[in-house]
Each structure stands twice: as structure tokens, then as C-alpha cells.
């Protein structure tokens, strides 16, 4: 191994520090505020692997998503503006669903549709996220199981559907 920067991958922080435009950076799903917060306020961060101090050319245009599920931090939500987007209802993500995979059956569509919405509705669990929704069909459009490939409002349908 002769030089270690072979083998980092920049992440998406570093290209859009690194780009000569100012671009759009979209961070779903914030886990680490505080880091990210210093990183962001310094519009720099270091590299411990190659000794090298990152700084940004040009200041992005930071879009964070959260889902609430966790408290960030005053100090964190002290610098940003907050827009609440509510859950999609069952016709806008059915429509976010067929953006993703038009031509999608029918009946396959309204049975995950419907153990999506009761999922959602269990006390005590986790409420399942649209980009649960799209991995869970990409899984049943993959996997197509003889006895789950026309799903119907059957209770063991719902049993096939959910074990994936």
C-alpha cells in the first residue's frame, strides 16, 4: 500500500466541499448532529488517514432530513429552518410508489399498501418509513413467491407479505 489515499472514498460532504460550483447536499436521515454541525459551521473537516485539512470552495446549500424519532439538539436547531412535511396518505404514496415502479400490479400495490398502514398503526413499533415501503416491494417484485404472487386482502397474505 503505497499511498492510502487509493483507498478512501470521498463521501458526499467532501465532493461538495471539493466542488468549484456550490452545490445542493442532502443528508437523510441525521444521525450525528454534532459533528456534522461543526463540520458544517467550520465549512471544513480533517482527514486523520492523509493529514489533510478539508476546506470547502464554495458554501453548499444543506437540505437535512430527520424523522423526528430522536431530539436534536437546541444548538443544532438553533441554525436551521424547519419544515415539517406529514406522512404521505395512502394516495399520495401510492403515487410515490409508482414513480418508483410504474406498471406495478394493482393487487400487489393495495395488499403492501394495506400491511404498510397497519404496520404503521401498531402500538409499540417502529412506524415503518416510505423507503421501507419501496425496499419491501423491490423485494416482492424480485422474489415473487409462487403463493404470494397475487396477493389478496387474505389473512395469509398478509403473513406472506409481512415476512419479507
Known amino acids: 500500500m503505497k499511498d492510502i489515499r487509493n483507498y478512501i472514498v470521498k463521501g458526499v460532504l467532501w465532493q461538495a466541499f ?7 447536499l442532502l443528508i437523510d436521515e441525521i444521525e450525528f448532529p ?8 467550520r465549512m471544513e473537516f480533517y482527514v ?4 489533510e485539512l ?5 458554501r453548499p446549500l444543506v437540505i437535512i ?32 410508489v409508482e414513480v418508483h415502479y410504474p406498471g406495478i400490479k394493482n393487487e400487489l400495490l393495495a ?3 394495506q400491511n404498510f398502514f397497519e404496520l404503521r398503526n401498531v402500538a409499540g413499533l ?21 403463493r404470494c404472487a397475487r396477493p389478496t386482502r387474505s389473512r395469509s397474505s398478509r403473513r406472506c407479505t409481512a415476512r419479507f
Open 18 to 24: 471539493e466542488s468549484d460550483q456550490q452545490t445542493v
Open 34 to 41: 454534532n459533528d456534522l454541525l461543526r463540520k458544517l459551521d
Open 48 to 51: 486523520y488517514e492523509t493529514r
Open 54 to 58: 478539508i476546506r470547502a470552495k464554495q
Open 65 to 96: 432530513t430527520s424523522n423526528n424519532e430522536k431530539e436534536l439538539p437546541d444548538a443544532f436547531l438553533r441554525r436551521c429552518f424547519f419544515h415539517y412535511i406529514k406522512f404521505p396518505d395512502p394516495v399520495t404514496m401510492q403515487q410515490i
Open 111 to 113: 395488499a403492501a399498501m
Open 126 to 146: 417502529k412506524k415503518p418509513p416510505t423507503s421501507e415501503l419501496l425496499d419491501w416491494l423491490k423485494l416482492l417484485l424480485a422474489e415473487r413467491p409462487k
